[in-house]
């Protein structure tokens, strides 16, 4: 086994996991600069700078994201904040200097930027939530508020050419939860190609699988799907996605992407 090398960011990295309750303390106005300051310095596809965040100080907001979510700690967290591609903006810019981003000319609401723009988010939303691991914050980013994107979309009263992609809550961490295990590193990362038989990939699945069930019994010995492969095939399974997808093409239309 090598020995991984270490320095303060690294261990940050090494130490993170995801937090989900939260002390009910405010986070200063420096700390916030310092997390927004960070994200907006992450690498951006053409620098085309096609991503936003709303920082949600309402609280009757963040009541609505968290049922949507189904998760109430969304409603407590401090710091809220929720990640958008934005085109726009670009749109507004694109207009002011004679371009008519209507019109099937305007490039910047195709699948490939949309999909670039997502790039964008996730990679500022990651560095925000390194930063604040970094300052002795915790994080959970959330999908969950994308339940009903319909009304995520109109409770944020994002504009043509926006779409909402993650959450992130932050906060001083009121637990301190088990790093949750990682397959091994050969599983997951190859050398120069893929790996052509499946039995390699799957080589050390039980093992992983019974790390992770050792996981979820010291955290909650009730929990019914209680290691990777169970959740894969659970979630293989699960009709909801097809809700999602029927409504994530729906939306991203609606908000006037051409990604058909
Ligand atoms: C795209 C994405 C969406 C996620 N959405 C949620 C969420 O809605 N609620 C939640 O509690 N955790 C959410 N998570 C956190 C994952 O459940 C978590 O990262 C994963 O189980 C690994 O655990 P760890 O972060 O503690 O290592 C999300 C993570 C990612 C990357």
């Not at 309402?58 to 958008?84: C, H, R």
């Not at 609401?109 to 939303?125: G, H, M």
């Not at 993650?166 to 990362?189: D, H």
């Not at 190609?193 to 019974?210: H, S, V």
Request: with cysteine; aromatic share 6%; net charge negative.
């Amino acid at each position: 086994m090598p020995n991984l090398r270490h320095n303060e960011t690294i261990d940050t990295l090494l130490n993170r996991r995801s937090i989900r309750a939260f002390c009910n303390e405010a986070i200063d106005e420096n700390t916030v600069a310092t997390l927004e300051t960070v994200a907006q310095r992450a690498a951006c596809s053409q620098f085309l700078n096609d991503w936003s965040a709303i920082k949600i100080t309402d609280s009757s907001i963040k009541q609505k994201l968290s049922e949507i979510g189904n998760q109430m700690y969304i409603a407590t967290a401090p710091l809220l904040y929720v990640f958008i591609i934005d085109q726009h903006r670009n749109a507004a810019i694109a207009r002011k200097n004679g371009v008519d981003a209507d019109t099937d000319e305007f490039m910047l609401k195709t699948r490939y930027r949309f999909t670039q723009a997502q790039n964008d988010v996730i990679l500022a939303l990651h560095a925000m939530e390194t930063a604040a691991e970094s300052l002795g914050l915790g994080c959970v980013i959330l999908g969950s508020i994308l339940n009903s994107r319909t009304q995520l979309i109109d409770i944020l009263n994002l504009p043509e050419y926006t779409y909402p992609v993650l959450g992130l809550a932050i906060g001083k961490p009121a637990q301190n939860p088990e790093l949750k295990p990682r397959m091994s590193t050969k599983m997951q990362i190859f050398e120069n190609r893929y790996p052509a038989d499946d039995a390699e990939l799957l080589e050390n699945i039980a093992d992983f699988d019974a790390r992770v069930h050792q996981y979820y019994d010291l955290r909650n010995a009730s929990r019914p799907v209680d290691a990777l492969s169970a959740q894969i095939v659970a979630l293989a399974t699960d009709n909801s996605a097809k809700k999602h997808e029927a409504e994530d093409v729906e939306q991203v239309a609606r908000q006037g992407f051409n990604v058909a």
